[in-house]
């Protein structure tokens, strides 16, 4: 099982770990898990993506170790733009208008000391957020950039892929017999309903995909595929004009 989620005792790569002091003698850069609070069904935990983005964030400072800059990882921005799930109880939505103005005096403070600052997305509706202060931090002249924790062939919402991802990194915190499936329609189809009510709209239990399927062995595979996809990003560091890593 990997821990890099729940391991709480002290760690190099951890920011809050971290002294001022410590931090005037070494040249450091900044990971920055951003994920959500939000429903993922009857059978995964609200912070899901963020605990997918936080997982990710240490696989990726663990191999980035030998670099000449030092990789820390700051605690994890834990809300953000989840307006479609709403209708869903325990989603808390900052939306992101908000999202893009935290993560812009975000990146100023924090650049102040580091060299870089990298953003990992664990939630697709925080792109635009991203996009837009990435693009404004960079105009003025900070080394900032953001990956996506992306699969290839992944499902939208609480089915297969996030699912097996929890069962890798937090099996104990999936109710394995609360999964059902959801819609496993094509996204660009459910998209017109969904601008209209939601994910209420097009599944009633909040999933989009079928977890039914998904097995640790399998998020252990997404699990790798997402760490080496931002590792390979952020070792080449070529950043477009809106600071997406590719």
């Not at 920011?15 to 410590?22: G, K, P």
């Not at 990726?60 to 990882?73: F, H, I, N």
């Not at 709403?86 to 975000?106: C, D, K, N, P, Y």
């Not at 000391?113 to 792109?127: I, K």
Request: hydrophobic share 40%; charged share 20%.
């Amino acid at each position: 099982m990997n821990s890099a989620y729940h391991r709480r005792v002290a760690s190099g790569s951890e920011l809050a770990n971290a002294t001022s002091r410590q931090l005037q003698t070494t040249s450091s850069a900044l990971i920055v898990p951003v994920g959500s609070t939000e429903q993922h069904g009857p059978h995964l935990p609200l912070d899901t993506d963020t605990r997918i983005a936080t997982a990710v964030s240490h696989a990726v400072a663990d191999q980035l170790a030998g670099d000449e800059s030092k990789w820390m990882v700051a605690p994890a921005i834990a809300y953000g733009a989840s307006g479609e799930h709403e209708e869903f109880s325990g989603t808390v939505s900052i939306g992101t208008s908000a999202l893009r103005l935290l993560l812009v005096e975000f990146g100023r403070s924090a650049s102040r000391w580091a060299s870089r600052v990298l953003f990992v997305n664990g939630h697709g509706g925080n792109m635009e957020a991203l996009t837009a202060a990435a693009a404004l931090l960079r105009y003025e002249g900070r080394d900032v950039g953001w990956c996506s924790c992306s699969a290839a062939n992944a499902d939208a919402h609480a089915g297969h892929t996030e699912t097996s991802v929890l069962l890798h990194i937090s099996p104990a915190d999936v109710w394995l017999d609360e999964r059902v499936p959801g819609n496993s329609a094509p996204l660009g189809q459910l998209m017109p309903a969904m601008r209209q009510g939601g994910v209420a709209a097009v599944s009633e239990v909040g999933i989009l995909g079928d977890p039914t399927t998904a097995t640790a062995e399998e998020g252990a595979r997404i699990f790798a595929e997402m760490t080496s996809g931002c590792l390979r990003r952020v070792t080449r560091w070529t950043p477009d004009r809106d600071g997406m890593l590719t």
